[in-house]
Structures are given as structure tokens and as C-alpha cells.
């Protein structure tokens, strides 16, 4: 068995460029909760 790296590629912050766009989503639907532990849930 070869032992290379599992991707041929790789890209840092830098390399990807993220452009807005319209969207139909509403701020009113979107939910930006996350559970940090069990116990513990971070509301955004």
C-alpha cells in the first residue's frame, strides 16, 4: 500500500473567493443555534 497524502489538492483561505448573491432565505428562517455540549447551546 502507498503511503501518499488521501487529496491532490488542497486550498487555503486565500484561494477560495466567496461572492453574495440574492437569496430567497430570510433571516426569520434560519436558525444559528449549535450545541456545544449537552448541556450547553450557543445561539447566534
Known amino acids: 500500500m502507498e ?3 488521501p487529496f491532490k489538492q488542497a486550498l487555503t ?5 466567496l461572492v453574495p ?3 430567497s432565505v430570510l433571516p426569520r428562517d434560519v436558525e444559528l443555534t449549535t450545541r456545544l455540549t449537552r448541556n450547553i ?4
Open 41 to 44: 447551546t450557543l445561539n447566534i
Open 3 to 5: 503511503n501518499r497524502p
Open 13 to 17: 483561505f486565500d484561494d477560495v473567493l
Open 21 to 23: 448573491k440574492a437569496s
